[in-house]
């Protein structure tokens, strides 16, 4: 079965009842050259254990199954259960599971599921789940890599760079985990339904140690959500909303010990400055 042919893809949901739901953000992939060739970026081998989410109809799991040594893959709706036993339970090398990824123990899978192998994650994820999903699959450092499929502007946030548009707290988050690297685009007309907007796949290679040194990480990323809150107004601004117990003044003063101006913007600071900031205020709550 050609699991990117429409025509059998339509044949299939019909014998089995199926149909999409918008709610959980399901678009089936129609062309056959996405899951190849994000199997083939993501460099899936026989040396890979590889955690799938949202198998949905199961044209990547196929992929990931033929190049890796072994594949669980996690899917939320059970409707799918006997689809994916018609499409890919054929394969030797594959457990399927159903279940929310969200409230998986990553860390556990990864032990239990795939000894002696490369851990990497893949994924088609729904534009609505992106955010969650990629911050438990960074936060568990369980995987040596992250190769997702996302909404294109989403990949672009999180590839930006300090100053742009783009650069946000979700940009500084996976930063500070991985070094993400967009890979290619995947234009509306690949996917059943049509989205209305274009996907990008991007791979996050997991960093061993933070990409600075940061002492406490909840201060860290308080810092930077604070810092981006208020996209508009100086980070001296930013931090007073977001550290409400610290003087103006003395927050001014932090900014000037970091040798940073004080009406700099919280979007320019790179990880290093941030990290800076983060020390520097410590002390004082």
Excluded at 14 to 20: K, V
Excluded at 75 to 102: C, H, K, Q, S, Y
Excluded at 190 to 199: A, E, Y
């Amino acid at each position: 079965m050609n699991l990117c042919d429409i025509r059998e893809i339509r044949a299939l949901l019909e014998r089995h009842g199926f149909r999409f739901s918008k709610a959980k953000g399901q678009n089936f992939l129609v062309r056959s050259w996405v899951p190849e060739r994000i199997a083939r970026e993501a460099a899936i081998d026989e040396t890979c254990g590889v955690l799938e989410v949202g198998p949905g109809i199961g044209p990547l799991t196929e992929q990931l199954c033929r190049r890796a040594g072994r594949v669980v893959a996690v899917e939320v709706d059970r409707r799918l259960e006997p689809i994916l036993a018609e499409t890919v339970g054929g394969f030797p090398n594959l457990t399927v599971r159903f279940g929310d990824v969200l409230q998986t123990d990553l860390p556990a899978l990864v032990r239990e599921s795939f000894p002696g192998l490369r851990p990497v994650a893949c994924a088609n994820l729904p534009y609505y789940i992106t955010t969650p999903v990629l911050t438990a699959l960074l936060e568990s450092r369980a995987f040596a890599a992250v190769t997702v499929m996302v909404q294109k502007e989403v990949a672009e946030r999180i590839c930006a760079g300090p100053g742009t548009a783009g650069y946000g707290a979700f940009t500084v988050f996976c930063r500070y985990y991985a070094r993400p690297r967009m890979l290619f685009d995947v234009p509306p007309d690949c996917f059943l339904p049509r989205p209305q907007v274009t996907s990008s796949v991007l791979t996050l290679e997991t960093l061993a140690e933070p990409p600075c040194p940061v002492d406490d990480e909840s201060l860290f990323f308080r810092v930077v959500r604070a810092s981006f809150a208020q996209r508009r107004k100086t980070l001296c601004n930013g931090l007073a909303a977001g550290f409400p117990s610290v003087p103006k003044a003395r927050l001014a003063e932090v900014l000037a010990a970091c040798g940073l101006p004080e009406n700099v913007r919280g979007e320019t600071l790179d990880l290093p400055q941030f990290a800076a900031v983060a020390r520097a205020l410590a002390p004082l709550l």
